[in-house]
C-alpha cells in the first residue's frame, strides 16, 4: 500500500479528504510531522483557510521546507483551494505575503469591476483543459465534458508562465486558470473532495499517480 | 448564467431530522444519515445541517453525529447550531464540515465574524439569519431557534456582517417555513438583489414554481429546500429537470 499524507497545517477540511481517500481504501494519514511528510509516496496540501493564515500554520511548524523539498524532487502532490494558492509565489488576501514559491506566479482576488457575477464564487462550475492541453495521463483523465467541481474563492491564480496552466473555468464571463501543474505537482482551485463522483474521479488518478513507480 | 444550487436542509434535533413549521419542531421525518445519502445520490449541489436546539439550550453540538452522516458524502456541508467559538468551528470542519452557520452569537458578538472569516477564509462564514416579518418593508432578526426577538433590522445586519467578512448568507423566512407557500420574495429580494455575496433562500418551498419565482425574482443564488424533499414528494432530479425546462441552469447529475 502507498503512502499518502495529508498535511495538517492547523486549517482545512481533513475529515473530507480523508473519507475521500477511505472511500478507494486508501487511509491518507493526516499528519505535521516533517519526517513522515518526507518519506509519504505522495502528499496532499488541503485548504480552507485566509492565505496567511495557511503559510503561518506551515512555519509554525517548520513544513514550509519539507514541502518545497518533495516539490523539488517531483513527488506528488495535490494542493486543494488554499493549499494550492500556497503553492505560488505570493497572495494578496489581507496583505502581501509570501507563498511557497513552487510554481512562480501570484494569488489574485477576482476582479471585481469586470465580473458580471457575485464573489465569492460559491457553487458547481466546469473545467476545461487551458488551451491545447491534453488531460491524457493526467489527474484530470477520464474527466472530460463531466468536470464540474464544486468552487468556493474569492481569490484565483496567476501563474507566471503559460505553462504551469493546465485548467480554466469560465466565471461573470471570464476566464481564469482553475488548475496549475508543475510535472506531478496540481493545485485545483475547486474541491474536489467536495465535487461528488467527479471529483472522486480525480482523487482516484492522483492514487495511480502515487503508485506509479518514479526514477 | 451560473448553475444555482439545490440544497436540501436537515434540522437536526437529537438524532433526528425534523420538520419545523415556522421553525418550531413538529414531526420526526427521518434519520440523517440515510436521508443526508439519499439527497447526494440524487443530485444535491451541497447540504445544510442544522442542530435546532444547540443553540438554544447552550447544548453543545453533537460532532460524533455529524462525522457519521458525513461519511459517504462528497458534497458540500454547511453546519450549523450552537456554534460560539473559533474552536468549535474548527471542531466542525474536522469531522466534515466544509463551512459554519452562525445566527445567534453574532447577533451578540458581531465581531466573531470578523475573527472567524480571517482565520477560516470568508468562504467559511455563513451569516445565519431568522427574519420575521414587520411591516412596511421591515424585518427583524430572531435568534435562539426562531425564539428571540433581537429588535435588528434584517436587511441592515446583512450588510453589516458582510463588511465584517461573512462569505455568504443562508436566509429563512420564519413566517413561510415550512408552509410550503412559497419563499418570502420581498424578504430575499431585499437582501439578494443588493448583497455582493451569494444568499441561500429558505423557508417555504412548495413546488418547483416557487423556487422558480425566487431564483428569477427573488435573486437567490441558492435555495434551501425540506419538506417536499422529506416526504418525498419529489427528487432532486425531477427538481432540476423541471428547473432547467424553466431556463434556469443547474448541475445535471452525473452519479447515476
Not at chain 1, 480552507?48 to 521546507?65: D, I, K, Q, W
Not at chain 1, 460559491?122 to 493526467?138: A, E, L, Q
Not at chain 2, 480571517?118 to 421591515?138: H, N
Not at chain 2, 413546488?207 to 429546500?225: F, M, P, R, S, T
Request: neutral net charge; aromatic residues 8%.
Amino acid at each position: 500500500m502507498k503512502s499518502i499524507v495529508i498535511i495538517d497545517y492547523g486549517v482545512g477540511n481533513l475529515q473530507s479528504l480523508r473519507k475521500a481517500f477511505a472511500h478507494f481504501g486508501v487511509e491518507a494519514v493526516v499528519s505535521e510531522d516533517a519526517k513522515e511528510i518526507e518519506v509519504a509516496d505522495a502528499v496532499v496540501l488541503p485548504g480552507v483557510g485566509s492565505f496567511e493564515a495557511g503559510m503561518r500554520g506551515l512555519r509554525l511548524r517548520g513544513l514550509v521546507e519539507t514541502v518545497q523539498k518533495r516539490a523539488k524532487e517531483n513527488q506528488p502532490m495535490l494542493g486543494i483551494c488554499l493549499g494550492a494558492q500556497l503553492l505560488l509565489s505570493k497572495g494578496y488576501e489581507f496583505g502581501e505575503h509570501d507563498g511557497l514559491n513552487i510554481i512562480p506566479g501570484e494569488v489574485v482576488r477576482f476582479d471585481e469591476r469586470e465580473m458580471k457575477e457575485k464573489i465569492p464564487q460559491v457553487g458547481w462550475n466546469r473545467v476545461y483543459p487551458s488551451g491545447d492541453v491534453s488531460w491524457k495521463g493526467s489527474i484530470l483523465e477520464s474527466n472530460g465534458p463531466k468536470s464540474v467541481m464544486y468552487f468556493t474563492h474569492s481569490y484565483i491564480f496567476a501563474p507566471k508562465q503559460k505553462e504551469h496552466m493546465f485548467g480554466v473555468t469560465v466565471y461573470g464571463g471570464k476566464e481564469f486558470c482553475s488548475v496549475i501543474r508543475k510535472g506531478n505537482i496540481y493545485g485545483c482551485q475547486f474541491h474536489p473532495e467536495k465535487s461528488g463522483e467527479a471529483g472522486l474521479r480525480l482523487i482516484r488518478n492522483f492514487i495511480s499517480l502515487a503508485s506509479a513507480p518514479r526514477a | 448564467m451560473k448553475n444555482i444550487r439545490i440544497i436540501p436542509t436537515l434540522h437536526i434535533k437529537g438524532s433526528n431530522v425534523v420538520k419545523p413549521v415556522h421553525t418550531e419542531a413538529l414531526r420526526v421525518v427521518g434519520h440523517p444519515k440515510e436521508l443526508a445519502l439519499r439527497y447526494y445520490r440524487e443530485g444535491a449541489d451541497e447540504l445544510i445541517y442544522l442542530d435546532i436546539v444547540a443553540s438554544l439550550y447552550q447544548r453543545n453540538f453533537d460532532f460524533e453525529l455529524l462525522k457519521s452522516v458525513s461519511e459517504e458524502i462528497f458534497i458540500p456541508i454547511t453546519v450549523g447550531g450552537g456554534i460560539r467559538s473559533l474552536s468549535d468551528i474548527k471542531n466542525a470542519l474536522r469531522v466534515g464540515a466544509d463551512k459554519v452557520a452562525i445566527n445567534t452569537y453574532a447577533v451578540h458578538h458581531p465581531e466573531f465574524l470578523k475573527a472567524a472569516a480571517e482565520e477560516f477564509g470568508s468562504q467559511c462564514i455563513v451569516l445565519y439569519i431568522e427574519a420575521k416579518e414587520k411591516g412596511d418593508g421591515r424585518w427583524e432578526v430572531y435568534t435562539d431557534g426562531g425564539r428571540e426577538s433581537t429588535g435588528v433590522d434584517a436587511v441592515e445586519w446583512a450588510k453589516r456582517t458582510i463588511d465584517l467578512g461573512v462569505g455568504e448568507i443562508l436566509l429563512t423566512s420564519i413566517d413561510r417555513d415550512g408552509t410550503r407557500k412559497g419563499y418570502d420574495l420581498e424578504l430575499t429580494s431585499a437582501i439578494a438583489s443588493t448583497s455582493p455575496i451569494p444568499v441561500i433562500a429558505h423557508g417555504g418551498a412548495g413546488n418547483a414554481a416557487h423556487l422558480e419565482e425566487i431564483i428569477k425574482k427573488g435573486k437567490a443564488d441558492a435555495v434551501g429546500v425540506s419538506s417536499i424533499f422529506h416526504y418525498a414528494e419529489t427528487d432532486i432530479g425531477a427538481v432540476k429537470k423541471n428547473l432547467s425546462g424553466r431556463e434556469i441552469n443547474v448541475r445535471a447529475n452525473y452519479s447515476n
